[in-house]
């Protein structure tokens, strides 16, 4: 079935072997193994509430560097430490600016690092699977940005992912990122689709290590074109005292899904991994949690809230796991899905694999539908009905955005309400 | 002249008839109290009459200041001058009381066309009114009704009431669970709101309350309907006999 899609893949890898040089070992490598274990599809346990057909439905090419273009997206932040702009998956150092990020940190261009740094390209080649490897292969625009030791970067590094949107476009973006000791970076990132895209796919996947002490923050704002499809992976490593905190809201693309990967290798450290989903018609939106606890004494915790309207579709795949000798681990998820119709659905699958035995593990999964007594009790009092429901939803979500400094919140928290007003019911 | 006026009301929760050709007629300027006993249907009066929408008329008529009632949404009513406190008020976790406070305010005065009340007033107003009310204006930074005791919630109750300022105000069991100085405060409020140009149900048990707010008119409410009227007197005798050889 996928054959003619991989013979397809192969011809663009030898493509772009030729236009970034010294590519071509790892992006065979991963081709290779991409073949070996064929792209998901819904038998894929991972994958059972995704609608993960378009990958065996679609031959993508890849997408093509746009001429000039004005790109008026505003950023998230006003009050930011650097802009990087890419465009259909390409850096744009004309609507970039970061030039004085650069007098703290080291950021290049991802082709640099094939040749200066190729195993750490290679990591995903093994225990990826197809999407990843596809990454791996075909991946053009990305940065790598390393932060030195006790570098803290306060004000957020926002990533814009523009796409134009071109019909069977791909764009596989990939980011490095390489926190110091007891530094820290925050980045946002922010997919926006044009208005008039139509079925590109944008599949990004970021690695970061975070070392002792260090800190990365990375929130993540989604809202790609209508008919776009969405995938993402975050790799992440943790040393001893470091802190992974991640946000998710999912608003864009047809299908969209966010996987947060992290391996808690060092005592003392900390990983949150937060979501916000919001389904409209026709829209599936998935979150796959995988944490592990190597050592003892770590934390993590999950906060993800899921609203799927009539034929909207979420999921919350939360696994996580306690090796034997991570005793006193703290590992906290919680999970709550509404639905605002019955043809809507929501998913969860928690799984815990937990190997020690003093160990502190919760996690709680609830699905419902919006208080009709609190609906009554605003009403009552004079808010009228749409923004009684806009008031429940943002107390809804809320929870899972705890974590996200103000500005942002409030930017986040609009986007929500925005929403809601688009569903138009009240 | 005549605040509110129910003629004939059939209210059905589900396939139950619960309101059974209920009349009732309240003039401005007084205070009818409702007793009953436990399931008599008053609470679903009194939802009836502030919107409840999974609460089905199936006749009578509803008018308030020769308005149907019936014809408007729950926040309609409420900007009309309705105000319904709740026998059991809501917890909504996540939302402040403020905020939900201000909001509502706010979506009266939009409905009566008014302009929006500055965040400044509206805290003046707020202030004022929980202090009447011996209210710590903290706990209304808390979530609504979160955590708060069953005292609590009704004085709540009775800061929102008197901040929004309703021409007619239906208190479910608002004296139920205050002890006895919150339930002198809480009187206290209602006296506050009694005017030439508003009116107020009580629905109560309890005599108690009746003390303090004395009311012009005391029905007894039975098995859906009203099946008797008279003075405060009738609230004292139905204490001392109770339901069953009084109605
Ligand atoms: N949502 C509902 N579904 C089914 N039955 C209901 C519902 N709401 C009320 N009822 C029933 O209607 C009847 C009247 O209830 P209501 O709450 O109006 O009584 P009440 O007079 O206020 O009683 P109390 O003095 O105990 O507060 C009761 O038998 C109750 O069980
Ligand atoms: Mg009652």
């Known amino acids: 079935m996928q054959e003619a899609l991989f013979e397809n893949y192969e011809k663009q890898v030898w493509e772009l072997a030729g236009i970034v040089p010294g590519s071509e070992g790892v992006r065979m490598r991963a081709f290779k193994q991409a073949v070996k274990l064929g792209l998901p599809t819904k038998r894929d346990e991972d994958w059972r509430y995704s609608d993960v057909k378009f990958l065996n439905d679609i031959s993508f090419s890849i997408s093509k560097k746009p001429k000039a273009i004005e790109v008026k997206q505003a950023p998230l932040s006003q009050n930011y430490a650097a802009r990087l702009v890419f465009v259909n998956g390409y850096f744009d150092e004309d609507l970039s600016d970061y030039a004085e990020l650069l007098e703290a940190v080291n950021v290049r261009p991802l082709a640099n690092h094939f040749t200066s740094n190729p195993d750490r390209v290679d990591e995903l080649v093994e225990g990826g699977d197809g999407v990843a490897l596809l990454n791996t292969a075909l991946m053009i625009g990305g940065m790598v940005i390393s932060v030195p030791a006790n570098t803290v970067i306060e004000k957020p590094v926002e990533i814009l992912n523009y796409s134009t949107g071109t019909e069977q476009s791909a764009s596989h973006i990939r980011h490095v990122l390489e926190i110091g000791e007891a530094a820290s970076l925050n980045i946002i990132e922010h997919f926006v689709g044009d208005a008039i895209s139509g079925n590109y796919w944008n599949n990004s996947v970021i690695q970061a290590r975070v070392s002792e002490g260090g800190s990365l923050t990375h929130h993540r704002v989604q809202e790609e074109g209508a008919h776009a499809f969405h995938t993402a992976k975050a790799h992440v490593s943790l040393d001893a005292g470091a802190n992974y905190s991640c946000s998710n809201l999912m608003l864009g693309a047809k299908v969209s899904r966010f996987e947060g990967h992290v391996k808690v290798m060092g005592e003392d450290a900390r990983a949150t991994i937060d979501g916000v989903a919001l389904a409209g018609k026709d829209q599936s939106h998935d979150i796959l949690t995988n944490v592990r606890h190597m050592v003892p004494g770590s934390t993590s915790d999950q906060v993800v809230r899921t609203i799927a309207d009539a034929f909207g579709k979420t999921a919350f795949q939360g696994k996580v796991i306690v090796d034997k000798d991570a005793q006193e681990t703290e590992a906290d998820q919680s999970f709550k899905a509404l639905l605002f119709d019955r043809r809507g659905e929501a998913n969860a699958k928690p799984e815990l694999e937990i190997l020690a035995d003093d160990v502190k593990c919760s996690h709680g999964a609830t699905v419902g539908e919006l208080d009709e007594k609190a609906i009554f009790y605003l009403t009552s009092r004079g808010v009228d009905p749409v923004t009684a429901r806009q008031i429940l939803v943002s107390a809804f979500t809320a929870d899972a955005f705890e974590r996200v400094d103000d500005e942002l919140k409030t930017v986040i928290a609009e986007k929500v309400a925005q929403w809601m007003t688009e569903r138009n019911i009240g | ?247």
């Open chain 2, 1 to 247: 002249m005549t605040m509110l006026k129910i003629e004939n009301l059939h209210v059905q929760v589900g396939t139950t008839e619960i309101i059974k050709g209920l009349n009732l007629e309240v003039k401005a300027g007084e205070v009818h109290a409702i007793m009953g006993p436990n399931g008599a249907g008053k609470s679903t009066l009194a939802s009836t009459i502030a919107g409840r929408d999974d609460y089905e008329v199936t006749s009578g008529s509803v008018t308030f200041q020769g308005k149907d009632l019936l014809d408007l949404e729950s926040h309609e009513r409420a900007g009309e001058g309705i105000f319904l406190g709740f026998q059991y008020p809501v917890e909504i976790p996540g939302v402040s009381n403020l905020n939900f406070l201000r909001t509502a305010l706010n979506g009266v005065r939009k409905y009566k066309g008014e302009d929006e009340m500055s965040a400044g007033e509206f805290m003046k107003l707020v202030r004022a009114k929980a202090s009447d009310l011996k209210m710590d204006v903290d706990m209304l930074k808390r979530f609504v009704n979160v955590g708060f005791s069953g005292g609590e919630k009704k004085r709540n109750e009775m800061v929102q009431m008197a901040v929004l300022d309703p021409k007619f105000a239906v208190l479910d069991e608002t004296d139920s669970g205050l002890d006895i100085d919150a339930l002198r405060i809480v009187s206290e409020g209602i006296n506050a709101q009694r005017r030439d140009d508003t009116a107020i149900l009580l629905i109560t048990h309890y005599q108690r309350l009746l003390d303090y707010v004395q009311p012009d008119v005391v029905h007894v409410l039975a098995d859906g309907q009203i099946v008797k009227s008279g003075g405060k007197e009738l609230a004292l005798e139905l204490e001392e006999k109770g339901y069953a050889d009084v109605a």
